[in-house]
């Protein structure tokens, strides 16, 4: 059997197969509950996510659909909840 070296996850420098693979972080963490906005940080195109905003501020979701390819629609039973779907490809 070979075995081809993975640039991005095997420290090629010291021969230590995965010794580059980090843990996935999750930027919520460890921060108070009044200031968490809950859902994925990493979005694909066509998928629909899910947010809730945990916390005592009231307010409304800002978001700039006109220059962003997202669809947005707020819970009208929650509007802390709101789902988004990312319509097509976008780069910038």
């Known amino acids: 059997m070979e075995y081809y070296a993975n640039e991005t996850e095997d420290d090629v420098d010291n021969g230590i197969v ?3 693979v980090s843990e996935t ?3 919520n963490e460890g921060r108070p509950n009044e200031d968490v906005i809950e859902g994925e940080t990493f979005i694909k195109p066509h998928g629909v996510y899910f947010y809730k905003y945990r916390g005592l501020a009231t307010g409304r979701w800002k978001i700039d659909t006109d ?3 997202i669809t947005v ?3 009208p039973k ?3 909840e709101l789902q988004l779907r990312w ?3 976008h780069s910038g």
């Open 87 to 89: 319509e097509k490809s």
């Open 25 to 27: 972080v999750n930027p």
């Open 18 to 20: 995965g010794a580059l």
């Open 73 to 75: 629609s707020v819970n």
């Open 78 to 80: 929650d509007n802390r």
């Open 67 to 69: 220059k962003l390819p």
